[in-house]
């Protein structure tokens, strides 16, 4: 069982938690998807209604993903896996999608995986030229 908070430290385990239990459901032969991973994280909280609440609040590339739905690596597509932290946080913490704190998400990818790229590396600055 884990404690997911709304924080920068929260997200630096989820994040290395994510990569060590798609390394360890790829060593059983197992599907790395969001009801494996929720199963494997809350076990009996994680509900059928629970894991489609975070499904449904999952995007991709303008598409819902569902429970059996494969995820890609964290290390290797970190802005897919980001959404799916992101609803993960929502609906366990009961806030709203914006009420997340993507900036400390975003730091805490870069925190975990120090030798990969920033997930923000080419966002465009606000500020003017």
């Known amino acids: 069982m884990i404690t997911i908070e709304n924080n920068q430290e929260c997200f630096v385990q989820l994040w290395l938690r994510l990569e060590r239990t798609r390394q360890l459901l790829g060593m059983q032969g197992r599907r790395f998807c969001i009801r494996r991973v929720l199963q494997s994280w809350l076990g009996t909280e994680a509900t ?20 059996y739905d494969t995820l ?13 932290l992101r609803a993960l946080v929502s609906v ?5 999608m914006r009420k997340v704190d993507l900036r400390a998400l975003d730091k805490a990818y870069s925190l975990a995986f120090p030798g990969r790229t ?3 590396v080419n966002k465009k600055s606000r500020r003017g030229p």
Do not use: S
Request: proline share 12%.
């Open 48 to 67: 059928d209604d629970f894991i489609w609440e975070v499904c449904h609040n999952t995007v991709i590339d303008d598409e819902q993903l569902y429970g």
């Open 72 to 84: 890609p690596p964290p290390t290797t597509h970190p802005r897919e896996i980001r959404e799916f």
């Open 92 to 96: 366990k913490l009961g806030i709203g």
């Open 118 to 120: 920033p997930i923000n």
